[in-house]
């Protein structure tokens, strides 16, 4: 009795389906597998809109954390594809002429309008599967710490060049030295001249130059008092007694 009451409501529910579609069939339509073959659109625009809500309810069921591992995986993984899905479809409905669909990609690490965490490769975490085993470290990786060099490592990169041992190897360093030691020498000698000139009012009337008329082989004879040999024995003589006035008295 049950099976025959199953079998009118059934021929019941076509009658009316079939009522409602006016005499014809329904017939279900499939969302291509690629966006090339629909050629129209607001039929990719649904398409689109078809993808869109299947991202949303699947992360809305990614955000169940007590699923198991291998179940939040596969939902995250058809999560980025219908994603890319999206984008194909997106695309299409440009060529198509229809209007800019598609959102500006996320650049930042982390979504906070809707908690997608990306990771350099561009897929994305949501919910749950942000929390799984080694996602973390992989999307925020440990700085790598530069380690301070010891004093060993130091004296390993010393060599020959950092003592100046082969700077004139080449013949270059000779060169610039005698030249710098020529301008050195001219600037020196203008800088006497320059204060002799002050002190006695020219170079002629200075008495460490030679005269002008002395013969060759001639020494030059320098109008200083030298010390004598008693000068000088007196004047050691009062230091020695300077020092022993202050041995004495301190």
């Known amino acids: 009795m049950a099976r025959n009451e199953e079998k009118s409501h059934s021929m019941l529910n076509r009658w009316l389906q ?31 809109l078809q993808v869109v809500n299947e991202i949303g309810k699947n992360v809305l ?50 979504d906070e309008e809707n908690g997608a965490i990306r990771a350099p490769g561009g897929y994305y975490y949501f919910g749950a599967a942000k929390d799984l085993p080694g996602v973390r470290a992989l999307l925020k990786p440990k700085r790598s710490v530069a380690q301070k060099r010891t004093r060993y490592d ?9 003592y100046g041992y082969r700077d004139d190897d080449d013949g270059l360093l000779e060169t610039l030295e005698a030249e710098a030691e020529v301008a050195a ?6 800088e006497w001249n320059q204060i002799q000139i002050a002190k006695y009012g020219s170079l002629e009337a200075c008495p460490y130059l030679p005269r002008k ?12 008092d030298l010390p004598t040999r008693e000068d000088i024995e007196q004047e050691l003589l009062r230091k020695r007694k300077e020092d022993m006035v202050k041995r004495y008295l301190s």
Request: charged share 35%; with cysteine.
């Open 18 to 48: 079939l009522e409602r579609n006016g005499g014809v069939p329904k017939v279900s339509q499939k969302r291509p597998h690629l966006v090339e073959l629909c050629n129209d659109v607001p039929e990719a625009i649904k398409w689109r």
């Open 61 to 110: 069921l990614i955000q169940n954390a007590s699923l198991e591992e291998y179940k939040i995986r596969d939902i995250n993984d058809e999560i980025n594809k219908s994603i890319r899905e999206k984008g194909h479809w997106e695309r299409r409905i440009r060529e198509l002429g229809g209007p800019d669909l598609s959102k500006a990609p996320i650049t930042e690490e982390e």
């Open 154 to 162: 130091m004296y390993q990169r010393i060599d020959a060049d950092y």
């Open 185 to 190: 020498q001219q600037e020196a000698i203008e």
């Open 213 to 224: 008329d002395a013969q060759a082989g001639e020494l030059n004879k320098v109008h200083i």
